[in-house]
């Protein structure tokens, strides 16, 4: 009885120091930083010559690869490459909606730009819709963010629409470095977002 006992506090020990070495570190939590406008702060900033209007941006829409916790570092040569313990800070649909939000309402200064799922609504002058189709790492290692956008100014025909493609070389070959140009991609994709929508609401 005695020797099963021996055995079975052995045993118990080290199970728990494989589950102690199993067990993996904290994730480290990132997030996208929004891009100031080219100019800003002067008459060159994007919308100066604006009309005030309320523009909505619905939900973006990602492709399924990307609705996950973890960063994707690539899709290239038919694998997906997932960071095991570099996450987003929260759900990258939400993040890249509050940033863009952000990201317009600078270069939109006449305007208010508000987020659809957002708690303040408004009856909209035009509605921003966007479809975000690739976002990580090509085989050269750059970041390419790819985009289909889709304005439908109030009480007019049809939307305008326009596909977008940006590649941005990482500053650093890592995950946060591939962050920090996902994050100058979004203010590339905003500052061609804006007169879009300034164009579509004439």
């Not at 930083?33 to 973006?60: D, N, R």
Request: net charge negative; aromatic share 4%; hydrophobic share 45%.
């Amino acid at each position: 009885m005695i020797r099963l006992r021996y055995y079975g506090a052995v045993a118990s020990v080290g199970l728990a120091l494989v589950l102690a070495g199993c067990s993996s570190p904290n994730p480290v939590l990132y997030t996208i930083a929004p891009v100031s406008a080219p100019g800003s702060g002067t008459a060159a900033s994007a919308g100066q010559t604006g009309s005030s209007m309320v523009v909505v941006l619905q939900p973006i829409g990602l492709a399924r690869y990307l609705e996950r916790q973890q960063i994707v570092l690539s899709s290239e040569n038919y694998r997906l490459d997932v960071s095991t313990n570099d996450w987003w800070g929260e759900p990258l649909g939400a993040m890249l909606s509050r940033v863009l939000v952000e990201e317009l309402g600078q270069r939109l200064p006449n305007s208010t730009v508000l987020n659809e799922s957002g708690a303040v609504t408004s009856a909209a002058d035009a509605t921003l819709a966007l479809n975000i189709t690739r976002l990580d790492l090509d085989a050269t290692g750059d970041v390419i963010l790819a985009a289909q956008a889709s304005v439908s100014p109030k009480g007019q025909g049809a939307p305008v629409l326009q596909s977008f493609r940006f590649s941005v070389h990482p500053p650093s070959p890592d995950v946060h470095g591939e962050v920090a140009a996902i994050s100058t991609a979004l203010g590339q994709l905003a500052d061609k977002l804006a007169p879009l929508i300034l164009s579509a609401a004439k």
